[in-house]
């Protein structure tokens, strides 16, 4: 069965600085997708970033990018030049296709702290 | 406009009531699913329906009934709930059972069993 690990319960960032959040996943399937995905205090589970497995090339949405190294299958989160607005708790989420059942799993989850 | 709702957002009831959650979209998304979040933030997922067609049943109380009406709805209702019921419950929706470009979430139903 996949397993969706992130490693860092909580991490803190300075604003306008560089945070990285961990995510690392277990599969035997080659072609999949990768998530993450924002909730903030609100509540609101929103999408952050979408990486194809099948694509070398790292996504990258504005001051948020990825970094996706599939043989070590690791699936990190950078968000560059840190905003007040960007602290809320960060899921990583997997794609999981078992006999044409699919369903995202998620990790547990990363708390980001953004410093004033 | 919302694209996914989810009415309440707050639900506080006492052991053993029924209750049910809506959930309502207007993307045009063909499937949808409700997912429960724990106390320890940990997301499962619980049901997905695809053109009101019952695709996912994860291991949950038969207490749980889900129904979808039409594509655009997916409602959730409890029966006899416990204390262990309590959670945050989310409906989401996308477009494809394979969701290749993610979910759309509702904002959540915070549902406390006292």
Same mark, same amino acid.
């Given at each position: ?40 205090p ?29 043989a ?45 | ?10 639900? %506080? ?5 029924? *209750? &049910? ?7 045009? +998304? ?16 619980m049901?997905?329906y ?9 291991? %949950?109380?038969?207490?749980f009934?889900? *129904? &979808? ?7 959730? +209702? ?37």
């Open positions: 069965a996949q397993t969706v690990t992130q490693s860092q319960p909580e991490m803190s960032v300075q604003e306008a600085e560089t945070v990285t959040l961990s995510c690392t996943y277990d599969t035997s399937e080659s072609d999949y997708y990768l998530f993450w995905y924002k909730q903030p609100s509540r609101q589970m929103i999408l952050v970033i979408r990486q194809e497995a099948y694509k070398q090339q790292n996504a990258t949405e504005n001051r948020f990018s990825v970094n996706f190294q599939k070590a299958k690791s699936f990190s989160l950078k968000i560059s030049d840190s905003q007040l607005g960007d602290a809320a708790m960060y899921f990583c989420a997997y794609r999981s296709d078992t006999s044409g059942t699919y369903k995202y799993i998620f990790g547990t989850g990363t708390r980001l702290k953004v410093l004033a | 406009d919302t694209a996914v709702s989810q009415t309440p957002k707050y639900l %506080v009831t006492q052991m053993g009531n029924d *209750k &049910s959650i809506k959930c309502e979209q207007n993307l045009g +998304h063909d499937t949808m699913y409700w997912y429960k979040q724990d106390s320890k933030k940990f997301l499962k997922i049901f997905s695809n053109n009101k067609e019952l695709i996912i049943n994860e291991t %949950v109380p038969n207490r009934s889900p *129904k &979808s009406p039409d594509k655009a709805h997916l409602n959730l +209702h409890i029966n006899s709930l416990e204390l262990g019921d309590s959670a945050v419950y989310f409906c989401a929706s996308s477009q494809g059972v394979q969701a290749n470009y993610g979910y759309t979430f509702g904002s959540g139903t915070r549902l406390t069993v006292v």
